[in-house]
């Protein structure tokens, strides 16, 4: 069955420090990616997205992700995290299910 | 000002009452979607519509029903026959089924 692995469950950063959440999928054919992202308190909402075309793709924020086909991975980075990146981000992966596949998610706190 | 909205923010009832969910769109999209949010799991996918009188099965439709007669309208019932229904419930919408979703602010229900 087709899955959606984020491995980094809780990731504690400094302000200024950079960012690299992993997100990994399992199905081989094409994919459509997505990275959500939910704030304390906010609706989930759409961080950037990936259909097809250049494979770094820059989201809002600050944020980018890079499509690596050969790796089957869609990891999600930013430079240098603020106090208001504290959220949690859920990586999500459309692929022959036709179906939205969303990972178990990575918390992460931003400390100033 | 367009959007989701999702009724109550927090919901109790009993063990053994049924309950019904409520989500609205004034999007104009055509598919809907809801979802269950526990920790450390992420979100999956209970029932879905592509369109007003359809409406199909996700991975964890069991002890949900759901109802699509108006196009702005996607209300969930938690049946009693769902074993855990204490969870964190978010509807989504989007122009056309598994294109970008766009989510309500989610319903906690706890079921005591």
């Known amino acids: 069955a087709q899955s959606v692995s984020q491995h980094n469950h809780h990731v504690i950063l400094s302000e200024a420090a950079s960012l690299e959440l992993g997100c990994n999928y399992s199905?081989?054919?094409?994919?459509?990616l997505f990275w959500y992202v939910q704030y304390p308190g906010q609706h989930l909402q759409l961080l950037l997205k990936?259909?097809?075309?250049?494979?770094l793709v820059k989201g809002i924020k600050g944020f980018e992700a890079e499509f690596i086909k050969s790796k089957f991975s869609f990891n999600l980075r930013k430079p240098s995290v603020q106090w208001s990146d504290t959220a949690e981000y859920f990586c999500?992966?459309?692929?022959?299910?036709?179906?939205?596949?969303f990972g178990t998610g990575t918390r992460l706190q931003v400390f100033p | 000002d367009g959007g989701i909205t999702q009724s109550p923010k927090y919901l109790f009832r009993k063990e053994g009452q049924n309950v019904t969910l409520s989500c609205e769109q004034n999007?104009?999209?055509?598919?809907m979607y809801w979802y269950r949010q526990d920790p450390g799991q992420g979100l999956r996918l209970i029932y879905y519509?592509?369109?007003?009188?359809?409406?199909q099965k996700g991975d964890i439709a069991e002890g949900y029903s759901v109802s699509r007669e108006k196009k702005e309208s996607f209300p969930l019932t938690v049946t009693s026959a769902q074993k855990n229904p204490t969870a964190f419930y978010l509807c989504?919408?989007?122009?056309?089924?598994?294109?970008?979703?766009?989510f309500g602010p989610g319903t906690r229900l706890t079921v005591l």
């Open positions: 990936y259909f097809s075309g250049d494979p």
């Open positions: 999500a992966v459309i692929g022959n299910t036709d179906k939205l596949i």
């Open positions: 519509s592509q369109i007003v009188n359809d409406f």
């Open positions: 999007l104009n999209h055509d598919a």
């Open positions: 199905y081989g054919g094409t994919v459509n």
């Open positions: 989504a919408s989007s122009i056309e089924v598994w294109g970008e979703q766009f």
